[in-house]
């Protein structure tokens, strides 16, 4: 089993920055790689981020140059952020954990990212 938490989401100007956090405890060790998904009223969940064991990384065409996945090993701990927030970019955002051989999802709570104009 695998929790994951999020936090850090809010309400946010358009042109703002957010930093999304999301902290992994239980068996992490079998966590394969880590990404962020969002979720708008009406949409299914799609991809944002994600970043693997071995630190490589990929991104959404939409938030490219915008948004940052990171992680930091030792607070077993990974992180989005995004600056230049769009109104398009308002969502539940998820963390999720792909896990063991067969790559099994894990799934936080959600965060909800608000942008403003």
């Known amino acids: 089993q695998v929790q994951l938490v999020e936090s850090g989401g809010g309400l946010v100007q358009a042109g703002g920055s957010l930093r999304l956090s999301c902290a992994a405890s239980g068996s992490i060790f079998g966590i394969n790689a880590m990404g962020w998904y969002r979720q708008a009223p009406g949409k299914q969940r799609e991809l944002v981020a994600a970043?693997?064991?071995?630190?490589?990384?990929n991104y959404a065409d939409s938030v490219k140059g915008r948004f940052t996945i990171s992680r930091d090993n030792a607070k077993n701990t990974v992180y989005l952020q995004m600056n230049s927030l769009k109104p398009e970019d308002p969502a539940v955002y998820y963390c999720n954990a792909d896990w063991g051989v067969d790559e099994y999802d894990y799934w936080g709570q959600g965060t909800q990212v608000t942008v403003s104009s």
């Open positions: 970043i693997t064991s071995g630190g490589s990384t």
